[in-house]
């Protein structure tokens, strides 16, 4: 082999070793600015899927207040639907007691008893006002369930009493997180990869470890875009 064919041959050898550095050092830039960019949208959907838990919790707090509420205004109209009740059935008894006495001739008692039963008549209408009467059902019961759902439905106006939807959320952004994570991870094996690429002297060698490193960093970016796609980013 000629002195001019040996030279010819190193100034290749050079050239392709300058080109395959310039090859790694982009690779290498490459890389590490997308694990950035992955590593950034895995830290905000922790971010998101830590909010979006912190509003289940607000969410699941506004409904047990809703629940309070609605139960207690139930019982203020149940205890005063009872109270109605109790006081028209002791009118009407006193007033059939009062028809009673009467029939039997005893005028005095038959006055005292329907006394008694004006003033519990009197009673009984005002605790009526106490109670909605839509709530009382034909057969005289009072529909707690109803009364209970409307005054959840009037509570829930202007709060989340919902946390279903915030605790979906917060699935979605962790497991988009950790999908994220996991390419960041590839990404990391990637420059590793490159890193040997740079740092070996075979040619043959140097070439592997750069596209082996290229092939990880294909395949880590297209299970990002997938994991972004299939979780709706």
């Given at each position: 082999?000629?002195?001019?064919?040996?030279?010819?041959?190193?100034?290749?050898?050079?050239?392709?070793?300058?080109?395959?550095?310039?090859?790694?050092?982009?690779?290498?830039?490459?890389?590490?600015l997308v694990a950035a960019l992955v590593a950034a949208l895995a830290v905000s959907d922790t971010n998101s899927a830590?909010?979006?838990l912190e509003d289940a919790v607000f969410a699941t707090v506004d409904r047990e207040k809703a629940n309070v509420i609605a139960n207690t205004w139930m019982?203020?109209?149940?205890?005063?639907?009872?109270?109605?009740?109790?006081?028209?059935?002791?009118?009407?008894?006193t007033e059939a007691a009062a028809a009673e006495?009467?029939?039997?001739?005893?005028?005095?008692?038959?006055?005292?008893?329907?006394?008694q039963a004006q003033s519990l008549q009197v009673s009984a209408n005002a605790s009526e006002k106490f109670y909605n009467e839509q709530y009382v059902l034909p057969d005289g019961a009072f529909d707690e369930a109803a009364f209970?759902?409307?005054?959840?439905?009037?509570?829930?106006?202007?709060?989340?009493?919902?946390?279903?939807?915030?605790?979906?959320?917060?699935?979605?952004?962790?497991?988009r997180g950790e999908s994220f994570v996991v390419s960041?991870?590839?990404?990391?094996?990637?420059?590793?990869?490159?890193?040997?690429?740079?740092?070996?002297?075979?040619?043959?060698?140097?070439?592997?470890?750069?596209?082996?490193?290229v092939v990880v960093f294909v395949g880590a970016t297209v299970y990002t875009f997938a994991a972004a796609w299939l979780r709706g980013l």
């Open positions: 082999m000629s002195a001019e064919t040996v030279v010819e041959t190193e100034t290749e050898n050079e050239s392709d070793s300058k080109t395959l550095d310039t090859a790694i050092a982009i690779g290498i830039a490459v890389v590490s830590a909010g979006a019982y203020q109209d149940l205890r005063a639907f009872v109270q109605h009740e109790k006081l028209a059935a002791l009118a009407a008894n006495a009467a029939a039997r001739g005893d005028a005095a008692l038959a006055q005292s008893l329907r006394d209970i759902a409307h005054q959840l439905r009037l509570e829930s106006r202007n709060r989340d009493v919902n946390p279903d939807d915030d605790i979906e959320a917060a699935e979605t952004y962790f497991t960041v991870a590839g990404m990391a094996v990637s420059i590793t990869f490159l890193i040997l690429a740079q740092i070996v002297t075979a040619p043959a060698v140097r070439k592997g470890w750069f596209w082996l490193g």
